[in-house]
């Protein structure tokens, strides 16, 4: 993620947990050292037509390779937030955008948030997820997230309940067999996997 893409990651955040307001402070998310946020970006045409190209852009190098005219601006599909919680990559936030949804976006986002965890030295991945969302619980799941216990009333909003979800140590070898295996299983399916951290 870029500053450049605040707004249209703060309108995916307000249409994804409508009605509430998280209000997430990306500029200072992205000064954090212990943070990382990971965007989709969709060129427009790809976008119209549902062809996804994927950037999960960290400084956004790759960003200038795409745009080749202003008017092939970039658009935003779906953003993930990964703080550095000691040995943890603990996932912040997660969402794509509602007519991007069911097309396998949210698990590359989830790839992307595991790989950069791993390529930094975290030993596991963590979250928490409210007890009812279950599309989000079942995506965490086919990575091999577990549950790990409940925070009662977690959500000050409406004291709903939070899962707590993480994963085995993902530096081991039955791990890294799993997840390769996923993305593997994700490109036979036919999606792209151009992930670029
Ligand atoms: C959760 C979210 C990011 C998933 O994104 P998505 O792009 O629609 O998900 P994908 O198409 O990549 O689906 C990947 C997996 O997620 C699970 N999943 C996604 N949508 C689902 C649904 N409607 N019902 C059940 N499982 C679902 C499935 O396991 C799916 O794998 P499968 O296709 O092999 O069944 C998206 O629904 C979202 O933005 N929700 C609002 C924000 C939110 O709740 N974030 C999580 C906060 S913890």
Not at 46 to 52: C, D, G, I, N, Y
């Amino acid at each position: 993620m870029k500053s450049q893409d605040i707004d249209q990651v703060t309108g995916i955040e307000k249409e994804a947990f409508y009605p509430l307001t998280i209000g997430t402070s990306f500029t200072i998310q992205l000064r954090n050292k212990y943070s990382r946020y990971l965007v989709i970006e969709t060129r427009p045409e790809s976008a119209m037509s549902a062809q996804l190209s994927m950037v999960a852009g960290l400084f956004g190098i790759i960003r200038n390779l795409f745009i080749k005219s202003p008017s092939e601006a970039v658009n935003i599909a779906g953003y993930v937030g990964i703080w550095f919680q000691g040995s943890e990559g603990h996932i912040s936030e997660i969402a794509v955008k509602k007519r991007f949804r069911g097309k396998g976006l949210g698990e590359l986002l989830l790839i992307g948030a595991i790989r950069i965890s791993i390529s930094n030295g975290l030993q596991m991945m963590g979250l928490e997820v409210r007890a009812s969302n279950v599309q989000a619980q079942k995506l965490y799941q086919k990575y091999y997230f577990q549950e790990n216990g409940i925070r009662k009333g977690y959500y000050s909003n409406d004291k709903e309940d939070a899962v707590i979800m993480a994963t085995e140590l993902i530096h081991s070898n039955d791990y890294q067999r799993k997840f390769l295996d996923r993305q593997r299983q994700y490109l036979d399916s036919g999606k792209q996997l151009n992930i670029n951290i």
